[in-house]
């Protein structure tokens, strides 16, 4: 082996690790950008909370009808609240309080790094007392997607919702990341995922084992329903059944058949997650004004 050949080597394997390291760096940028004016087809006002991440937390808030429950809106990664505008229009119509805001470090809140679903568990929490403080004697309901719900998931204490709407959550962070590089690079990239794993440490102060919601999923008694897709990539549908069957009960699933991991809301998302939030926050005597209406 000569020496040039040693240096070149050298040199690859250096540039390969830097490169990977620049991955990483990339991957837990903020995501923040305006998001300006609640849209005028909805009723509600700007709101601001501080969370225990340290980020101050953006939002808005949409009042509904007394008893009718109150929904909180958890986007995915690198998204921020305008992601969930069609299920905040739907649930403010059919007469839900609604809360949906901006993760730390996405849309206009504030923070240093994304840490998927670490320091958003705090903005969860902090979500959720929110709630609590000005929808009094509501029940509440979460939808978390992807990063959001494995911020519902990985909260703690645990949040104390009556039902739960779980999209595409990735059971272990390890997992997620393997699945990114397959899906980029092929089968044989997984062998780098301690290679990106790894940096959780020195950039974000968590590890992996910080980053497993299917380790908490047992532990809530919150009626859940998890929605995936049945081609989903990013987190397998067998994953997605792994993180079913670990979750105390009571609980429920839907696959969405051919759906790849996309936004799955659309007209029958409306008619199975309105009819299992009717089932578990609604008053009967709201159901039955509103059907009068």
Same mark, same amino acid.
């Given at each position: 082996m000569t020496r040039k050949f040693i240096i070149r080597i050298s040199a690859f394997l250096i540039g390969f690790l830097i490169s990977i390291w620049l991955t990483g760096g990339i991957l837990c940028a903020p995501a923040n950008q305006a998001v300006g004016d609640l849209p005028s087809a909805l009723t509600g006002t700007a709101v601001q909370f501080p969370s225990a991440s340290g980020a101050m937390i953006h939002g808005w808030f949409m009042p509904g009808i007394k008893g009718a429950g109150v929904i909180i809106l958890m986007h995915g990664v690198r998204s921020d609240r305008r992601s969930m505008l069609n299920r905040a229009?739907?649930?403010?119509?059919?007469?839900? @309080?609604?809360?949906?805001?901006?993760f730390q470090a996405h849309g206009e809140s504030t923070g240093k790094h994304i840490t998927f679903g670490y320091l958003e568990s705090m903005d969860a929490q902090a979500a959720f007392s929110f709630v609590? !403080?000005?929808a009094p004697d509501e029940k509440i309901g979460v939808v978390g997607i992807s990063m959001g719900g494995a911020a519902? $998931?990985?909260? @703690?204490? $645990?949040?104390? !919702?009556? *039902?739960?709407?779980? #999209?595409?959550?990735?059971?272990?962070?390890? &997992?997620?990341? *393997?699945?990114?590089?397959?899906?980029? $690079?092929?089968?044989? *990239? #997984? +062998?780098?995922?301690?290679?990106?794993?790894? &940096?959780?440490?020195?950039? $974000?102060?968590i590890s992996a084992e910080?980053?497993?919601?299917?380790?908490?999923?047992g532990k809530i008694t919150t009626p859940k329903l998890? +929605?995936?897709? #049945?081609?989903? &990539?990013?987190?397998?549908?067998?994953?997605?059944?792994?993180?079913?069957?670990? *979750?105390?009960?009571?609980?429920e699933f839907w696959i969405v058949k051919g759906a790849k991991h996309v936004d799955l809301y659309g007209k029958e998302y409306e008619q199975r997650v309105s009819a299992f939030f009717q089932k578990h926050l609604r008053q009967k005597q709201v159901n039955n004004l509103l059907e009068i209406e």
């Open positions: 229009k739907f649930f403010s119509h059919s007469g839900y @309080s609604v809360l949906l805001f901006d609590l !403080a000005n519902t $998931l990985l909260a @703690s204490p $645990l949040l104390n !919702a009556d *039902a739960m709407v779980l #999209e595409m959550v990735y059971p272990t962070i390890t &997992q997620a990341i *393997a699945n990114r590089l397959s899906m980029r $690079l092929g089968r044989w *990239a #997984e +062998i780098l995922t301690p290679l990106l794993s790894w &940096q959780l440490k020195p950039r $974000l102060g910080d980053l497993c919601p299917i380790n908490k999923v998890f +929605i995936f897709g #049945e081609k989903d &990539q990013h987190t397998a549908s067998e994953e997605s059944l792994k993180m079913f069957y670990a *979750a105390a009960d009571p609980k």
